[in-house]
């Protein structure tokens, strides 16, 4: 899994697979996206206005991990 966050547009992406893939987007709200691939699974989510809609400041993002090894 890889997450990104731009600062500059506010938004975040989170990938859950790895590779380029051809994808469908639905989207769940004007701010949330989410990308399927091939047989529907789940590769990535996409969240705009990302700070207000998670909570943090743009200019220092903070991500804490629970039970996951970092690589």
């Given amino acids: 899994m ?3 966050y731009d600062p500059q547009v506010d ?3 989170i990938s859950f697979k790895k590779g380029p ?3 469908t987007t639905v989207r769940l709200t004007e701010d949330i996206a989410v ?5 529907e699974v789940m590769v990535g989510l996409e969240i705009l206005d990302a700070s207000e809609h ?3 400041a743009k200019d220092s993002p903070r991500i804490e991990l629970e ?3 970092v690589g």
């Fill in 21 to 23: 893939t051809q994808v």
């Fill in 67 to 69: 039970n996951m090894g």
């Fill in 11 to 13: 938004a975040l992406y």
């Fill in 54 to 56: 998670l909570g943090f």
């Fill in 2 to 4: 890889k997450i990104k």
């Fill in 35 to 39: 990308d399927f691939g091939p047989g």
